[in-house]
């Protein structure tokens, strides 16, 4: 009907804006950069929002136990206390007087997801990673039209959270977990496949398997559930065809969702040199 129409015209608009970016586009050269390879790398600093609470906690031990570094957490009114030797600050503005932060990690409620991300990107954090369910969907909108403005990176609503081989892990995937999460291979030696999934069950059944025929697994990302999300795959597939070690690309998803069919044109009018696996 006409209101899912206008839905999906909304929902490209603000998750895709510039259809003309893919068009002048080469190998290697976008509106990121050139040679933008890892959402993460081995300087990438962390700070959790909402670092205090259960799943803030347990996240922290899990990043840290696959080797990233979080430097501070942000809880208001916790401000001093400190989380497995991390520090906790009351705001995201006294973190960075601190410390140097590259990727913010947000643990808080749903409705305190947009005044979390506001937060962040307000004091100049380039790349959120958001990992609640049932934000309001204007508040997503919200979100990512800020991050946008900001020139930002969001992973996410209901982004399950990503890896990069030999780097770490962010978010719970496995269930936070770690002897439940098989991580993604290090054989740098070989050419491997980028895992890009809306349901983070889904990219760890995907991962294992790949990784028991011997496949090597480059980048490993749950894009999110959420209706809206920032980072589509439309948006992810040119970093991973520009990293040199990942040749083919597995997107899982529904056939129909909005974010898979906002790939087909991506793949029309870029130049990607790399295969796709497409499962619904």
């Not at 990512?144 to 081989?165: D, H, M, N, T, Y």
């Not at 011997?214 to 209706?227: E, K, L, M, N, S």
Request: charged share 20%; proline share 4%.
């Amino acid at each position: 009907g006409q209101g899912t129409l206008s839905w999906k015209k909304l929902s490209l608009q603000a998750v895709w804006p510039n259809l003309s970016t893919f068009r002048h586009c080469q190998r290697n050269e976008t509106a990121f950069g050139k040679n933008l390879i890892m959402l993460i790398n081995k300087n990438t600093r962390i700070l959790i929002q909402g670092m205090t609470g259960k799943e803030g906690q347990r996240t922290l031990k899990w990043m840290q136990a696959t080797g990233l570094t979080v430097v501070a957490g942000v809880t208001p009114g916790k401000g001093g206390q400190e989380v497995d030797g991390v520090p906790v600050y009351n705001s995201v503005k006294e973190a960075l007087e601190q410390h140097e932060v590259t990727l913010s990690c947000i643990y808080v409620p749903p409705k305190f997801t947009l005044s979390a991300a506001k937060e962040s990107l307000e004091a100049g954090i380039k790349m959120l990673h958001i990992i609640a369910e049932g934000i309001p969907t204007l508040d997503t909108l919200k979100i990512i039209e800020l991050a946008r403005a900001k020139q930002a990176r969001v992973i996410g609503p209901s982004s399950i959270g990503f890896a990069e081989a030999g780097v770490g892990a962010v978010g719970s995937m496995g269930g936070g977990n770690i002897e439940q999460f098989l991580a993604p291979s290090e054989k740098t030696h070989n050419q491997g496949v980028a895992v890009l999934s809306k349901s983070g069950g889904m990219a760890n059944t995907i991962a294992n398997t790949l990784s028991y025929e011997d496949v090597p697994i480059t980048t490993f990302d749950g894009i999110g559930r959420a209706i809206v999300i920032r980072s589509t795959h439309a948006v992810l597939v040119p970093d991973c065809d520009r990293h040199e070690r990942t040749s083919a690309v597995d997107i899982t998803a529904e056939i129909t969702a909005v974010q898979v069919q906002m790939l087909v044109p991506a793949i029309l009018v870029h130049l990607f040199t790399i295969r796709f696996v497409a499962l619904s």
